[in-house]
Structure formats: C-alpha cells, structure tokens
C-alpha cells in the first residue's frame, strides 16, 4: 500500500471518528447510558475497570490532599419533586424533562461530577431549597 493512500484512508477514518464523536457529545445523559449498555452487550465488553494496587495506593495519598473536584449526589426526593426536577434542569440543562424526571426519580443518584467546590456548593444550595437531601463527596 503506498503511503498517499494511507493517509487517505487515516483521513477517511479521521472523519469518521470525528462525525461519531459529534453525534455521541449531542446524546443526552440517558441516551449515553443506553449506548454503554448496547456496546457492553455487543461486543462482551464491561465499562468497569479494575483498579491496579498501585494506583489505589497513589489515590490514597492524594486524598490527604485538598480536593480539587466534587460530586453532588441527591440522596432523597423529599416531598417537593417538581422543584428538584426544575432544579436539576437548572443546573444541567442540557437534560430534558423527561430526562430529569427520571434522574430524580432515581435517587440516590449524583446530579453532577467532578466540578469545583463553588459549582458543587451552588449545585447543592439549589436542590436543598426545594428539598432535596444532598451528599457532596
């Protein structure tokens, strides 16, 4: 194979990928769950990973440090689920309604990942006002 048409084929499956990856960051949180499952599934595949010891150990280490990233889970609907709905689509609004109703619904269940303490904080004061029992990690 001459090396003009690999690289041909590289930019072919360049696009490829690229148009996949567009399509996937357009799919909302549940959508993107379905797909995981459907993947798994396909191909015999888990989305688990192990953790090696040696990693588990380095993590330990680090969490004596101050955290850099937060999670904000929802632990009980309380009696106001209308307002956790409307919140949870406040603070990620690329969901939809049916979208949030089900991540409500499912409690416990984090609302966000991995965000900074200010967003988490902000995050958490919104779905405590409508009566949401919160965790922050």
């Known amino acids: 194979m001459t090396e003009d048409k690999k690289k041909k084929e590289n930019k072919e499956q360049s696009k490829k990928v690229g148009q996949l990856i567009e399509e996937i960051g357009s799919l909302s949180v549940l959508e993107l769950a379905d797909l995981i499952s459907a993947l798994e599934e396909k191909f015999g595949v888990s989305a688990i990973t192990n953790v090696p010891v040696a990693q588990a150990a380095v993590s330990d280490s680090v969490s004596t440090e101050e955290k850099s990233a937060y999670t904000v889970s929802l632990q009980e609907i309380g009696s106001n689920k209308i307002?956790?709905?409307?919140?949870?689509?406040?603070?990620?609004?690329?969901?939809?309604?049916?979208?949030?109703?089900?991540?409500?619904?499912?409690?416990?269940?984090?609302?966000?990942?991995?965000?900074?303490?200010?967003?988490?904080?902000e995050a958490a004061k919104k779905l405590e006002e409508v009566g949401g029992k919160i965790e922050l990690k």
């Open 83 to 121: 307002g956790l709905i409307k919140a949870v689509r406040e603070i990620n609004p690329n969901l939809g309604l049916k979208e949030a109703k089900e991540l409500v619904e499912s409690a416990p269940v984090e609302i966000v990942k991995d965000v900074k303490k200010e967003e988490a904080e």
